[in-house]
């Protein structure tokens, strides 16, 4: 299990295992410590899985068990402001780029099994969906031009069709009906978020698995074809810290 709690209403203060953290990563700083490394460590030692700060919610965990790493790391980076190269910072946080080169195996050891495992959890519910829709998208345009006449119907509509067999304003009603949240016409960053995993275990649920295997294969393509061209877009931004190759054969079992 994850140690966070499955509990994700905001917290008004920040527990204990929030200062241990903080404290962690300025203490290895003020004896030299890389950043990076520091960084990690203090992920490895934070409980809780969200919080209220100030005005902003932070949802770290969702659904128990896909983990936003990259999220923490923006909110305990802000506890240290100007102790590190923003340039750096900013190509972590918007990019998922490290400024160190650390193989999986480091990055899973130094933040922990259980992290690691929920992290995964986020690159292909959240990340590798994201990254499907958005090929799904672009293969469905490369058809309208073809044609004389586009089709009429709303782009992201005809992208959920496709993907998971219902228009995204039905799924999304769903979503929110299930959730208890109310109908909007705009959708926050972390609720669509929320939105996108639950759409990952959804198809997990209706699709085959040969289906599945296939949209995932199409998905890690896509994110390969944004790295190599350079386009470190925001739909692709939270990444981990190394990317997944395009025949990463893991497909995590969310039954």
């Given at each position: 299990m994850v140690e966070m709690p499955s509990?994700?209403?905001?917290?008004?203060?920040?527990?204990?295992?929030?200062?241990?953290?903080?404290?962690?990563?300025q203490r290895a700083l003020s004896e030299g410590r890389h950043w990076f490394l520091a960084l990690l460590e203090a992920i490895a030692l934070w409980r809780p899985a969200d919080e209220q700060v100030g005005e902003?919610?932070?949802?770290?965990?969702?659904?128990?068990?896909?983990?936003?790493?990259?999220?923490?790391?923006?909110?305990?980076?802000?506890?240290?402001?100007?102790?590190?190269?923003?340039?750096?910072?900013?190509?972590l946080i918007f990019f998922g780029q490290a400024p160190l080169d650390l193989d999986e195996a480091c990055f899973r050891e130094t933040i922990g099994e259980a992290k690691h495992r929920a992290n995964l959890?986020?690159?292909?519910?959240?990340?590798?969906?994201?990254?499907?829709?958005?090929?799904?998208?672009?293969?469905?345009?490369?058809?309208?031009?073809?044609?004389?006449?586009?089709?009429?119907?709303p782009?992201?509509?005809?992208?959920?069709?496709?993907?998971?067999?219902?228009?995204r304003h039905d799924l999304l009603a769903e979503f929110r009906s299930q959730r208890c949240l109310p109908d909007a016409d705009s959708i926050p960053f972390q609720e669509l978020k929320e939105f996108t995993y639950w759409l990952f275990k959804y198809r997990m649920h209706q699709c085959d698995r040969a289906r599945v295997a296939s949209d995932t294969r199409k998905a890690l393509a896509q994110l390969s074809r944004l790295e190599l061209a350079g386009r470190p877009e925001r739909r692709a931004r939270r990444r981990l810290a190394t990317a997944p190759a395009e025949d990463d054969p893991r497909v995590i079992d969310v039954s």
């Amino acid at each position: 299990m994850v140690e966070m709690p499955s509990d994700t209403r905001p917290t008004k203060s920040p527990p204990a295992a929030d200062r241990e953290a903080v404290e962690h990563l300025q203490r290895a700083l003020s004896e030299g410590r890389h950043w990076f490394l520091a960084l990690l460590e203090a992920i490895a030692l934070w409980r809780p899985a969200d919080e209220q700060v100030g005005e902003r919610y932070y949802r770290y965990l969702i659904d128990g068990e896909a983990f936003d790493w990259l999220l923490l790391a923006e909110r305990l980076l802000e506890c240290i402001d100007g102790r590190v190269p923003e340039d750096e910072r900013d190509a972590l946080i918007f990019f998922g780029q490290a400024p160190l080169d650390l193989d999986e195996a480091c990055f899973r050891e130094t933040i922990g099994e259980a992290k690691h495992r929920a992290n995964l959890n986020y690159l292909y519910g959240v990340t590798v969906e994201e990254a499907l829709q958005l090929a799904v998208e672009e293969e469905i345009l490369k058809e309208r031009r073809s044609r004389v006449w586009g089709g009429r119907e709303p782009l992201d509509e005809v992208v959920f069709q496709r993907i998971y067999g219902r228009g995204r304003h039905d799924l999304l009603a769903e979503f929110r009906s299930q959730r208890c949240l109310p109908d909007a016409d705009s959708i926050p960053f972390q609720e669509l978020k929320e939105f996108t995993y639950w759409l990952f275990k959804y198809r997990m649920h209706q699709c085959d698995r040969a289906r599945v295997a296939s949209d995932t294969r199409k998905a890690l393509a896509q994110l390969s074809r944004l790295e190599l061209a350079g386009r470190p877009e925001r739909r692709a931004r939270r990444r981990l810290a190394t990317a997944p190759a395009e025949d990463d054969p893991r497909v995590i079992d969310v039954s």
